[in-house]
């Protein structure tokens, strides 16, 4: 009895999951972006890395690493200049 409850709850909770996703309703809240333009989130402050940490990458996997950082800062660095030239 208790087996039956358990797959009729379960399916009820996937329908539940599925028609919210369909009808544009997220499960997961996202960002909410201030259109005044008066405000810019503040730079957040990332976690330090101990170069001991990062010894287990590949060389490949480490310069990519490093890539994807560098651009992750050049592009806070564009959105910062173009929210001044509003």
């Given amino acids: 009895m208790k087996e039956r409850i358990l797959v009729?709850?379960?399916k009820a909770m996937l329908i539940a999951?599925?028609?919210?996703?369909?009808?544009?309703?997220?499960?997961?809240?996202?960002?909410?972006?201030?259109t005044s333009g008066s405000n810019f989130p503040a730079r957040p402050s990332l976690?330090?890395?101990?170069?001991?940490?990062?010894?287990?990458l590949s060389d490949d996997a480490y310069k990519r690493l490093l890539?994807?950082?560098?651009?992750?800062?050049q592009y806070a660095e564009q959105l910062?200049?173009?929210h001044e030239r509003k």
């Fill in 80 to 82: 910062e200049v173009f």
């Fill in 17 to 34: 999951a599925i028609s919210a996703g369909v009808s544009g309703c997220s499960l997961i809240p996202g960002i909410a972006a201030d």
């Fill in 47 to 56: 976690p330090p890395l101990d170069a001991s940490e990062l010894q287990c």
């Fill in 8 to 10: 009729t709850t379960g």
């Fill in 67 to 73: 890539l994807r950082d560098q651009l992750r800062r």
